[in-house]
């Protein structure tokens, strides 16, 4: 658990004394296969911060709120050149290098399948 301990006048008429902002935000690591689809367990309210390549493995780094549930997210993987049809909307999350390939990966739009 993450503390950020606030003091001192905040300018702020209804927090003008001193006061305390607990934060449970955490960056964490999930790695991801190269294949048409996974699915993948993240806390809701989590923000992709990056995509790259880790000891030869594809991974995003994320950032969320420990103590919120877990949510399923569908992750799609197409390589340079790769048809995309009868998908669901996505957005996009990056490219990787790996091995002479290229993979660009999505997330369903929207956010989580469940």
């Not at 690591?29 to 990056?50: N, S």
């Not at 790259?52 to 992750?75: A, F, H, M, V």
Request: aromatic fraction near 12%; glycine fraction near 8%.
């Amino acid at each position: 658990m993450q503390y950020l301990v606030l003091r001192g006048n905040t300018n702020n008429d209804i927090l003008n004394d001193d006061y305390e902002l607990n934060i449970m935000r955490t960056i964490f690591k999930q790695k991801l296969d190269v294949c048409d689809q996974q699915t993948i367990e993240l806390p809701q309210g989590f923000r992709i911060l990056h995509l790259g390549i880790q000891r030869g493995e594809p991974c995003i780094w994320y950032e969320c709120d420990t103590d919120n549930p877990l949510r399923r997210l569908d992750i799609y993987c197409f390589g340079t050149g790769y048809r995309m049809d009868d998908l669901p909307p996505m957005e996009y999350i990056g490219t990787v290098q790996a091995d002479g390939c290229v993979w660009h990966y999505y997330s369903r739009a929207g956010g989580f399948i469940d």
